[in-house]
């Protein structure tokens, strides 16, 4: 499995832009990177996907430097409604995904 | 679409008394999976599907059995239910057919309790 590592948690205030970075060291060439969220009490909802250099959808920005060793979800002008987990996974060949610990972000006002 | 469906959405066994979780999904899906969430932790996947009749282990699946005898089901099952299986279980689908897009939808989970 491609390990993936993340900050425990983080902390924002409503309006500012949150970057959240998720290190994958032994990344495979093959291998995607993709982003969930997760409210309490729901399963994860797909943010994001990403190979190499940036992506961007309606409701973040993933960047991956060229040695794809790391990864960075950017969340612009995050609100209350933002708070949540949030996971980085490695989508491997064989398909056995598997999610770390996630980033609790908290959005204050 | 109804999506990722589970049965039930509760539960409350004794220990030792077995069930089964049954996750479907209309979306004709190849890839089916099987996760738990303790409380204030991540997902952990228990066993995944890479297509009917199909099965493999994850990370964590010891005490639990499943199968996929029909493409749009995977049922998961607990022989012997202990405390330690108190978790939430999420199950998940994934198409793999439709391009590079690695999006897994999630069913609404199912909360067990074992006393």
């Known amino acids: 499995l491609a390990k993936t590592t993340q900050p425990i948690s983080m902390d924002s205030y409503e309006g500012q832009e949150v970057n959240i970075t998720c290190s994958h060291n032994?990344?495979?060439?093959?291998?995607?990177i993709t982003w969930y969220q997760q409210f309490p009490s729901q399963g994860p909802r797909f943010i994001i996907q990403g190979y190499k250099t940036k992506v961007t959808n309606e409701v973040a920005s993933l960047f991956i430097p060229a040695d794809r060793k790391s990864s960075t979800l950017s969340l612009p002008r995050v609100s209350l409604s933002d708070t949540a987990v949030y996971y980085c996974?490695?989508?491997?060949?064989?398909?056995?995904?598997?999610f770390g610990a996630g980033t609790t972000v908290t959005v204050r006002a | 679409n109804a999506g990722v469906t589970q049965t039930p959405k509760f539960r409350v066994l004794k220990t030792g008394q077995s069930m089964t979780l049954l996750c479907a999904q209309d979306m004709n899906h190849e890839y089916m999976y099987w996760y738990r969430q303790d409380p204030g932790m991540g997902l952990r996947l228990i066993h995944y599907?890479?297509?009917?009749?199909?099965?493999a282990k994850g990370e964590v699946p010891d005490g639990y059995n499943v199968s996929r005898l029909k493409k749009q089901n995977f049922l998961l099952g607990l022989e012997s239910a202990a405390p330690s299986q108190t978790s939430v279980y999420f199950c998940a689908s994934i198409d793999v057919g439709g391009g590079n897009s690695y999006e897994q939808y999630f069913g609404p989970g199912t909360r067990l309790t074992v006393t």
């Open positions: 599907s890479v297509g009917e009749g199909t099965t």
């Open positions: 996974l490695v989508v491997l060949n064989d398909y056995k995904l598997s």
């Open positions: 032994n990344i495979a060439t093959n291998d995607y």
